[in-house]
């Protein structure tokens, strides 16, 4: 840009004027001269000279001119930046945008629908911008989602770009933040994830092989330090989502980002399938995220959480679990609803052996020789009744624990096709070896 004229010192206020016929010597003579001669032979008391640098793109010198109008006008347009033309790679437009921005010419309450239409990018679920004060300066930054038709997501990113105080210039990017490139994004929300006061950006992404996306996120924070990351854990993939919400899902007083997930496959082999929750927690240092599963609707499920407990060392609360398990005649059973010999069959004689197990490792010898023989006696219809009733002899003729495990395995590998058809319930269920029954 050029600077006005009328900002340079006296000695530089040169323009050139023409003495004497063609071809005479040419001398510049000093401006406030050239005005005093202009009067005399205009006949003016008042010489009016505006002054415009060469080549006229500048902004102009503000004119008196009783004729003159908009000059205040026209050197705001001056210095406004018109909306670019769309780039090839729009989604890398970022830094043209933010001259635009700069330039005071654009809708940004609107969330720039003039750059949506002419740069022709495509529909996002939701918001197409947001403000917050991500870098904790006091004022608002200005988040943008830019998208462009791909299939079978929109390629897209997000643009993070500073206060007016700052001019607009461009932070950070979603698609720099998570090191890859990244298509069907959304905001999902500014919230404070970390309870300094200052919100974290949640942006999800999409990542599809054929009829099928997986929900990626990336959380933007300040908190750690001066820069913008992404504090998101290198685990938090959600899946196929149903819904998320933010609220305070592991009591700790602060807002939690709660991903609930759609069943893993709609394939009717993967069997009874359990609504699961991932809730992505502020621990301090990092952000966690921990499965939490709906409770049980069949009754495969539920003998599962008792697994987990009993596997995490847990055995109260396994045994406690068990136990609602072997008595349970509420939940589905989704062996039954299949047409097949019901679940139940083989769910109550097991639950009942696995609390036996845990009050043995307890140091209740007798509790679990009563709940050995309810698990044999009363199910000697069942695979596991009788493999019950093995452990059960084996206990009581002295063997250690140990050892009669050893010799319920090898009686149950006699029946492994039988053992292996009580415990399909579909690939999306863990599997149950016979070395896992009693070790």
Excluded at 8 to 13: D, G
Excluded at 224 to 232: T, W
Excluded at 290 to 297: F, H, N, S, Y
Excluded at 388 to 416: D, K, M
Aim: with cysteine.
């Amino acid at each position: 840009m050029y600077s006005s004229l009328s900002t340079l010192p006296p000695a530089a206020l040169r323009v050139p004027y023409a003495l004497g016929a063609p071809g005479a010597l040419r001398v510049l003579v000093p401006a406030a001269l050239l005005v005093a001669l202009l009067a005399i032979a205009c006949g003016s008391d008042s010489p009016e000279v505006s002054i415009r640098p060469i080549g006229g793109s500048a902004t102009a010198a503000p004119d008196a001119s009783p004729n003159a109008t908009g000059s205040a006008t026209a050197s705001a347009s001056a210095e406004a930046v018109e909306l670019p033309f769309a780039p090839t790679n729009r989604v890398g437009g970022g830094l043209l945008v933010a001259e635009y921005l700069a330039g005071g010419l654009a809708d940004i309450e609107g969330c720039l629908p003039e750059l949506v239409n002419d740069w022709e990018l495509s529909p996002v679920e939701g918001d197409r911008c947001a403000l917050g004060d991500i870098d904790a300066d006091g004022r608002d930054e200005l988040i943008y989602v830019v998208s462009v038709d791909g299939d079978p997501a929109p390629a897209g990113d997000v643009w993070f770009f500073d206060d007016a105080e700052g001019s607009y210039r461009l932070l950070t990017s979603a698609r720099a933040l998570a090191n890859e490139i990244l298509a069907g994004v959304n905001i999902e929300g500014l919230v404070d994830l970390t309870g300094d006061g200052f919100p974290e950006a949640v942006i999800s992404s999409q990542t599809c092989a054929g009829d099928r996306c997986t929900t990626g996120f990336v959380i933007a924070s300040r908190h750690r330090g001066l820069a913008i990351e992404d504090l998101a854990p290198d685990d938090l993939a959600a899946g196929s989502r149903e819904g998320l919400t933010f609220e305070d899902a592991s009591g700790d007083q602060l807002t939690d980002l709660v991903v609930r997930r759609e069943p893993e496959s709609d394939d009717p082999t993967a069997g009874p399938q359990r609504g699961v929750s991932l809730v992505v927690s502020w621990t301090g240092l990092r952000f966690r995220a921990d499965e939490d599963p709906d409770d049980p609707a069949f009754l495969i499920h539920l003998v599962q959480d008792a697994d987990d407990a009993y596997r995490g060392g847990d055995l109260v609360a396994a045994s406690d679990l068990y136990l609602q398990a072997a008595a349970d005649g509420a939940l589905r059973d989704w062996k039954a609803e299949q047409g097949e010999r019901a679940g139940r069959f083989e769910l109550a004689p097991y639950s009942l052996f696995r609390a036996a197990l845990a009050a043995q490792r307890s140091g209740d010898r007798q509790g679990a020789l009563d709940l050995l023989d309810r698990a044999f006696s009363g199910h000697q219809d069942s695979v596991m009744g009788l493999a019950a009733g093995v452990y059960l002899q084996a206990f009581q003729n002295g063997a250690t624990a140990g050892s009669a495990c050893q010799q319920t395995e090898q009686y149950l590998t006699r029946l492994q096709s039988v053992y292996d058809e009580v415990w399909d319930y579909g690939f999306a269920n863990p599997t149950h070896p016979i070395t896992s029954l009693c070790r």
